[in-house]
């Protein structure tokens, strides 16, 4: 298997595990996207049935939180890894 591969499943970007906004950016880490629009398509293309209401539902609920944890750029995180 070579490395550009490798890097696509890691990235959840093809044969994606989840199915859960928050799982998807818990295990992730965290997401980075400036734009509020963008941070939706970079998540919901990492999960395996993409939905506009789960990923409002998440952010809304405070699962998932937009913060400038790691430097001056927007990331995506689970709320609990804020603690």
Known sequence: MDISHIR???QQLVSSRFTDVHDLVAWMGMVQAQEYKMMRWAV???LREPSMRAFR???DA???VRT???RCTWQLVAAE???
């Open 57 to 59: 539902e998440a952010y």
């Open 81 to 83: 890894d804020l603690g």
């Open 8 to 10: 696509l499943l890691n």
């Open 62 to 64: 405070g699962r998932i």
């Open 44 to 46: 919901g293309m990492r």
């Open 68 to 70: 400038h944890l790691f």
